[in-house]
Each structure stands twice: as structure tokens, then as C-alpha cells.
Nanobody, 125 residues
Framework: QVQLVESGGGLVQPGGSLRLSCAAS????????IGWFRQVPGKEREGVSC????????DYEDSVKDRFTISRDSAENTVYLQMNSLKPEDTAVYYC??????????????????WGQGTQVTVSS
């Protein structure tokens, strides 16, 4: 049974940092493209970042470039999203997802089969 569990969310002031974790069981993350997505009430879920299984190359949505960094720890079977210089508009529920088809990662939801339950990130003073 595949399970993705996000953690690390919380309340942070503008300009602060958080590191989200996505721990997997039932799959080996090294063999999957992994994406981070976020969603606010009333809006569609949007892709934030993804990492390729082949070479660890990454992609980012424009608004988070130079602020967020995605990485993976093969030994821990975990993918991380380091979020710096957080802004109120980053407030959302953040989800990780895995694509089992061994193809280049994407920021499109439809490409992903496995999803975590989400972790809330709130950026507010």
C-alpha cells in the first residue's frame, strides 16, 4: 500500500521559513517523479515544484523560484520542500504527489497517481 505523509507545516511570519517533508512507504521515491502542490479554498490545486527521478533535476512555479528548494533523501525515502522568504500568498494546504510512470516531472496534477493528505502552511503576522 502506497502512502505519502506530509509534515512540517505551521504558522510562520512573513519572511520566515519552513521545511516540508514528504515521507513515503510502499514505493521508492527515487523511481518516481515527485511534485509539491498547494491549494487554497475555492481555487484549483497548483503545482509548486517537482523533482525528476532520473537525475534529481527540478522545476519550479515562477512565484516560488529563488525562494523554494525541492530535494530528496534516498536513504530516508523522503522529499523535502524548503520554503524561504515566505509571503502571505504562500498560505495554502501543501500536498506531495508521486508519478509512477518514470517520466519527466510536471507541475500538472493529472500526471500524479499517489497523493498525501496535505499539511497546512499559514503565513501571517
Amino acid at each position: 500500500q502506497v502512502q505519502l505523509v506530509e509534515s512540517g507545516g505551521g504558522l510562520v511570519q512573513p519572511g520566515g521559513s519552513l521545511r516540508l517533508s514528504c515521507a513515503a512507504s510502499g514505493i521508492t521515491l527515487d523511481y518516481h517523479a515527485i511534485g509539491w502542490f498547494r491549494q487554497v479554498p475555492g481555487k484549483e490545486r497548483e503545482g509548486v515544484s517537482c523533482i525528476n527521478f532520473t537525475d534529481g533535476s527540478t522545476d519550479y512555479e515562477d512565484s516560488v523560484k529563488d525562494r523554494f528548494t525541492i530535494s530528496r533523501d534516498s536513504a530516508e525515502n523522503t522529499v523535502y520542500l524548503q520554503m524561504n522568504s515566505l509571503k502571505p500568498e504562500d498560505t495554502a494546504v501543501y500536498y506531495c504527489a508521486a508519478d509512477p510512470r518514470r517520466r519527466r516531472c510536471s507541475l500538472e496534477m493529472i500526471r500524479y497517481d499517489y497523493w498525501g493528505q496535505g499539511t497546512q502552511v499559514t503565513v501571517s503576522s
